[in-house]
Structure formats: structure tokens, C-alpha cells
């Protein structure tokens, strides 16, 4: 039980037996308990607060690192990988569709000898660490257990999640490399892989962060994320699994926007819609299995360029609606970012907003503080419905990879984002410091800039590593890889061994593009 300043207490839970005669009109529940509207832990943050999340990833892997030990030193309770776009795409820093491109939004990652660099001198076995990697998240997660085996930890100590999410790269984001059928194989092997070899791993996370980033309205994020997750579901029983046996494993991602009100309320609305999904039609028993856990990162769309410190205020309110809104783990986004990367003081201000949220506020001690309020309340049932009217929508394609297929997400999207950009020019929308409150001349602000020589050093790196590998190894286990991809093999297993040779994450790559092929979106819906 928490103390109010004035020395009154707050009890850990609020319901309707906590204040005489009031009759909520609908039926809360109890958190920790289905339908897990109230938050997913009978605690929440009472016990403890938020994984406390900071992403960060450019230039080289030994930068990236630095930055990493700096923001475990300010108190950051979980690493988030940030990978550059080559990576993210499947190919090497010495593609020629790399070039300007490597370390700039993310850090390069082209072999196993990167990611020793990445995460040296942390360790492995005591910290969580996600990966925001999807197409190529397999390539990734192995090389990490192999830096981690190097070290003598197994893979049964290693606790983190990937992304590992490519329905919504063909929805929103665009760095798919294979096409819809395949990536949900190499989605379904990575599911089995982590419940054998890393069972503490969360295999996915299921996200509409990039959804509401693209444009997409707070139910569609819900909406279209919460249909991916159950073709992925549907794809791993497909594949002979047991839902118990991997569903507690799933995570998801979401925005946070200012909006406050709206988001809590979404928050809320998903884990409902989630548990009954799980229990009613996939006949999952394990309460683990019913519980939408996801991770929150704050809008970084509705960061400006204008007047960036403003961007402060913001994330703070995007922060505490999560917060509010029952997160498991938070990143908060710097106020330098709608300008470049993060400086290190921006990062450590980001963090630091979490920690006075966690720690100078009152709002770990109580759970789920909105529970009966009349506008969070109706606010919930009416984003429900709308968004279970737009995943009917999906079910009637066929399914999320069939509505995919045909763009229907996609469009969707692009609708309410150009309707949201026009209500901002037409001043129906304020953004302050934009389209209202606007100054004439900027402050001058010098960003975090990376080196355009780190390409170079980049790709010399990596053919040095190329010179002193044995490659008819690399090339063996290559050629089984691509035997495994054309069979119901797990590909799993021949990819550690192509990692472990030395392979590169984009020559892994190409062996399954040589097999699966890459994907081609369609024109229009």
C-alpha cells in the first residue's frame, strides 16, 4: 500500500468494493485474470515498474556498444537494437545497395564478429535485449546465441525478444525480402527453434508501432496487428505445434500517442480482444497464452523539427499513457529525433522521463487507476467494436495474408494518414510550434552526425573476415541451408552452422532468395 503527501493511503487495487454504492456499468474484472482488461499481472507496477527500454544502434557495432554501456550506466533496464537498413534488408555493407546507407539508422551487423563487438563486455545472461529485426530476425537471433555460447552462456539463460514481424512490413514498412508464405515458414521455424534451444525468448513481437507511424487510426493499429496475430498463430498449428507450447512467448508493440484518453483506452481493448481470441478460437488453456504483453514506444511521428525541446513535453505524455495504459517494457523517444540520431544527452533525457514517471509519480502505486471511469470505460467498448469490425473486414479476404496480398491494409492506412495530414493543414488539427505557436527563427541545434566513413571501414572489415574463413566451409553449409529451405526442414539449425563458419547475414540471405525469392508488392488495391 502506497502514502499520498497529505499521508492518506492508496490501496494496490481499486474496484467497485472500494467506494460504497458505486455500480460500474460493466464488468471490470480483476488484473492479472481474463479477459486481462485491467493489465495482464495481478501487481503490474505495484511490485515493480516497467522495463525501462532505450533504442539505440549507428554507425559501427563498437559505437553502438559505447552507447549501450552508457545508458546501462544511467539506469536503463533492457537494450534495444536499432539495425541499419542494409541489415534490416538481407544484404552485406559491400552491396552496392548498400552504399551511403550502412550505420546511418541503425548499426551495421554483417557477421558474428560484429555482434561480439556489439555486445561486448555485457552480459548476455543478465540482460534483456530486443532486436527490432524482421525479415532477417533468424540470422540475427542466432548470431546472438553464438556470441552468447562464445561466452559460455546457453541459450537457455537468454532472455529478449525480435521484432521478427513480416506481415506488417508489407503493410506499412516496406523491408521485407521474401514473399508472405515463406516469410510465415521461416516465422513458424524460428517458433520451434526458441521453444527447444531459447525458451526464454520472445519469438515476436507482433507490432502496429509501424502501422500508427505510417498513418494508421488507433483502431486499424490494433485492428490489423491483432489479425497478424492470428495468422501466425493459425501458421504455427498449421505446422504441427501445440498453442500452448509457443503463445506465451508472443509479444506485441505498439504506439503511444498524446492522445491519452484514446490510447489508454485502446491498451485496454486489446488485451480484451486478445484473451477471447486466444481461449474461444484457438482453445488456448494456458492463462500465459491468453495475456497480450507488448511493449510501448512513444509516437515518434508526432515529433517536430520545429521547436524540438517541445518534443520533451510530448513524450512525456505519450510515456505516461502507456504507462496508464498497462505497458511491460517502454522506450521513450529523444527530442532530437525528427532531426537525426539521438545525441547521448537526448538518450539519457529520454530515460530519465521514464524514471521520473516510475519513480517521482503516484502512479506505480495502484493498478490500472482509470478502471471505471465513465469516458475510459465507454471509450474501451467503442474502440473494441470498431476494431473488431475492421478485423472482420480481414477475415472476410481470408486473412490477414490474403488482405495483404491485395493491399487492403495498406490502403486503409494511406487513407486515414493523408485525412490526418489534411486536418493538420487546414488547422483542424494543432500542432504546436507547426500549424500554431509557430516562431519566426529557430535555435540552432547541431545533431549527432554519423561518419560517411564508416562504409569503408565497414566493408573492409567484413572482406577481411571473408579472406580468413575457410569458405568451401561457408560454402557447404550454405548449399544445406538452401537443401533445408526447399524441404519442411527446420532451416534453423543449417543456419547456425552457416553463421558459425563465418557466413554473412547477407550471404544467408541470398540463399534463401535463391530458393523462396523475393517479394514483389502489387501496384494498388
Not at 548499426?107 to 525479415?135: C, G, H, W, Y
Not at 467503442?382 to 491494409?409: N, P, S, T
Not at 569503408?456 to 577481411?464: D, F, M, P
Request: aromatic share 8%; proline share 5%.
Amino acid at each position: 500500500m502506497g502514502i499520498t503527501q497529505s499521508g492518506l493511503p492508496i490501496d494496490s487495487v481499486y474496484g467497485p468494493q472500494s467506494r460504497d454504492g458505486w455500480d460500474p456499468a460493466v464488468e471490470l474484472g480483476e488484473p492479472g485474470k481474463f479477459p486481462f482488461t485491467r493489465g495482464v499481472y495481478p501487481s503490474m507496477y505495484t511490485g515493480r515498474p516497467w522495463t525501462m527500454r532505450q533504442y539505440a544502434g549507428f554507425g559501427t557495432a563498437a559505437e553502438s556498444n559505447e552507447r549501450y554501456h552508457q545508458l546501462l550506466a544511467a539506469g536503463t533496464t533492457g537494450l534495444s537494437v536499432a539495425f541499419d537498413l542494409p541489415t534490416q534488408m538481407g544484404y552485406d555493407s559491400d552491396h552496392q545497395l548498400a552504399q551511403g546507407e550502412v550505420g546511418k539508422v541503425g548499426v551495421a551487423i554483417d557477421t558474428v564478429e560484429d555482434m561480439k563487438i556489439l555486445f561486448d563486455r555485457i552480459p548476455l545472461d543478465q540482460v534483456s535485449t530486443s532486436m527490432t529485426i524482421n525479415s532477417p530476425a533468424s540470422t540475427l537471433l542466432l548470431m546472438y546465441q553464438l556470441v552468447a555460447e562464445g561466452e559460455g552462456i546457453a541459450g537457455a539463460a537468454l532472455n529478449g525478444t525480435i521484432q521478427n514481424d513480416v506481415l506488417k512490413e508489407y503493410i506499412s514498412r516496406g523491408t521485407y525480402i521474401y514473399p508472405p508464405a515463406a516469410s510465415l515458414r521461416l516465422t513458424t521455424d524460428i517458433f520451434e527453434y526458441c521453444a527447444k534451444e531459447i525458451p526464454r525468448w520472445n519469438t515476436i513481437s507482433i507490432s502496429g508501432y509501424h502501422m500508427g507511424e505510417a498513418g494508421a487510426t488507433p483502431a486499424q493499429e490494433i485492428a490489423f496487428t491483432l489479425s497478424n496475430g492470428i495468422e501466425y498463430v493459425r501458421a504455427a498449428i498449421g505446422a504441427g505445434m501445440n498453442v500452448d507450447d509457443f503463445a506465451p512467448r508472443l509479444a506485441f508493440f505498439f504506439v503511444s500517442r498524446t492522445t491519452i484518453l484514446e490510447e489508454i483506452a485502446k491498451f485496454r481493448a486489446a488485451r480484451r480482444i486478445w484473451a477471447r481470441i486466444m481461449k474461444d478460437e484457438f482453445k488456448a488453456t494456458n492463462p500465459k497464452s491468453q495475456m497480450l504483453r507488448f511493449h510501448t514506444q512513444t509516437a515518434g511521428v508526432q515529433l517536430t523539427a520545429q521547436q524540438p525541446e517541445v518534443n520533451l513535453v510530448r513524450v512525456a505524455i505519450q510515456g505516461l499513457a502507456a504507462v496508464f495504459g498497462g505497458t511491460q517494457s517502454l522506450h521513450t523517444n529523444s527530442f532530437d529525433e525528427a532531426i537525426a540520431l539521438p545525441t547521448e544527452k537526448a538518450a539519457r533525457l529520454a530515460l530519465r522521463t521514464q524514471q521520473v514517471l516510475a519513480y517521482e509519480t503516484d502512479v506505480t502505486a495502484t493498478v490500472d487507476p482509470f478502471a471505471g471511469s465513465y469516458v475510459i470505460e465507454a471509450m474501451t467498448d467503442e474502440l473494441e467494436a470498431e476494431i473488431l469490425q475492421l478485423m472482420g473486414k480481414v477475415e472476410d479476404f481470408g486473412g490477414a495474408a490474403k488482405a495483404i496480398e491485395v493491399g487492403f491494409q495498406k490502403n486503409e492506412i494511406e487513407t486515414s494518414a493523408y485525412d490526418y495530414a489534411l486536418q493538420i493543414d487546414k488547422g483542424e488539427r494543432t500542432v504546436v510550434g507547426v500549424n500554431k505557436f509557430a516562431i519566426d527563427v529557430e535555435e540552432k541545434y547541431e545533431p549527432l552526425r554519423v561518419d560517411p566513413a564508416i562504409g569503408e571501414q565497414q566493408v573492409a572489415r567484413l572482406q577481411a573476415i571473408r579472406d580468413s574463413r575457410n569458405n568451401a566451409d561457408v560454402t557447404r553449409a550454405l548449399d544445406s541451408l538452401k537443401l533445408a529451405a526447399e524441404s519442411s526442414e527446420n532451416v534453423m539449425y543449417p543456419m547456425k552452422e552457416a553463421l558459425a563458419a563465418k557466413a554473412s547475414g547477407g550471404e544467408v540471405a541470398d540463399a534463401l532468395r535463391e530458393v523462396w525469392g523475393r517479394y514483389n508488392p502489387p501496384d494498388v488495391f
